[in-house]
């Protein structure tokens, strides 16, 4: 089955066309989707949008709007993608439960479990009926491995060895018995984000398909502001200028897109948004003590925030 994400899109994530056809490439090889880039500039939120379009799209493949997702961790292991032991609560039970009453499915297991038909005979596991069952079994995911290089340095080549191709497939080392492989006609697809906070092994990004999604340009942030603020004013093109300016400036942590949208929403609330804008050096004192009230949104450090606070002229 080919699958693909068509460019006439109506979502409120605003994907570029080469981001687009990243997507698609991924799809069609199925490979790991790889994304880096400044945090808040939507990668995260790049795997709900793939999830949304494949069940607008493919509705009976891809039964879920929403991706499944896995946050790594500085002690994340591999297996940590497919389940979870509690084994404090298993040594100190006194009702004699089940081990499996102790393990929890994560983003990939439940993945691979959900492209099976429901088995009631894993209803003894802790999340399976919720997780599984109530979406009514036989679907494909999309599975997010959000921030990969927080990780331990060998996870990527763990995580490799365990989506190196599809069928996946899935043990449970504390149950022997145990073994789950995907029904290759619901498809499992991996996007995993990474901040390059730290370098990643060559053999990993050889198996991905990788794209960094770059700051949007002008243009394209008023699309973004549109679009998930679901209304239209005159200054937000102005308000984008001097964001812009911001950034340019000598920052500790530039401010992202999300930040950007936040600051919006709060500056229209407050109503800040007016011709004060276009020169705030000039505006009023009122106007002033407003605005620097809104940059906790955008800067996250003192040295941050007073460098912003002079270049308003507070």
């Known amino acids: 089955m080919e699958i ?25 090889l199925k490979r790991p989707l790889l994304l880096s880039g ?44 497919f389940y979870s032991y509690d084994a404090v609560s298993h040594f100190g039970d006194k009702t004699n439960r089940s081990k499996e009453s102790f393990i929890s499915f994560n983003g990939f ?25 109530n979406k009514n079994g036989c679907f494909g995911s999309v599975v997010l491995i959000d921030e990969i290089d927080k990780a331990p340095r060998d996870f990527p080549n ?3 060895a365990e989506l190196e ?19 290759s006609r619901y498809p499992v697809f991996p996007i995993i984000t990474s901040n390059n906070e730290k370098g990643l092994p060559d053999a990993f990004l050889r198996r991905c398909v990788f794209h ?13 502001i549109k679009s998930n603020l679901k209304t239209d004013n005159p200054f937000f093109e102005t308000v984008i ?12 942590k530039r401010p992202a897109t999300s930040e950007l949208i936040d600051w919006i929403a709060c500056l229209q609330q407050k109503k800040l948004l007016n011709s004060n804008m276009e020169n ?3 505006a009023d004192d009122d106007y002033k003590i407003k605005l620097i009230e809104t940059l906790g949104i955008i800067t996250k450090s003192q040295v941050d925030f007073d460098t912003v606070r002079k270049q308003i002229g507070g």
């Not at 200028?241 to 500790?252: K, Y």
Request: proline share 6%; hydrophobic share 40%; aromatic share 12%.
């Open 38 to 81: 400044d945090p808040g500039t939507g990668k995260t939120e790049c795997a709900n949008f793939v999830a949304r379009q494949l069940n607008l799209l493919y509705p009976y493949v891809f039964t879920s709007p929403k991706a499944l997702r896995f946050d790594t961790k500085s002690g994340s292991q591999s297996s940590d993608l």
């Open 165 to 183: 191709k599809p069928p996946f497939k899935f043990s449970i080392k504390e149950l022997p018995d145990f073994y789950v492989e995907q029904d």
């Open 109 to 133: 297991g439940i993945a691979l479990l959900g492209t099976n038909n429901f088995d009631a005979s894993l209803k003894r596991f802790m999340n399976y009926e919720k997780e599984v069952f």
């Open 280 to 282: 705030w050096k000039a």
């Open 158 to 160: 763990d995580l490799l």
């Open 4 to 28: 693909q994400i068509l460019r006439s899109l109506i979502d409120e994530y605003k994907p570029s066309a080469e981001l687009l056809a990243a997507i698609n490439t991924a799809l069609f």
């Open 212 to 224: 960094h999604i770059s700051f949007p340009n002008s243009q394209e942030l008023l699309e973004i």
């Open 241 to 252: 200028t001097r964001f812009t300016e911001l950034r340019q400036m000598n920052l500790v």
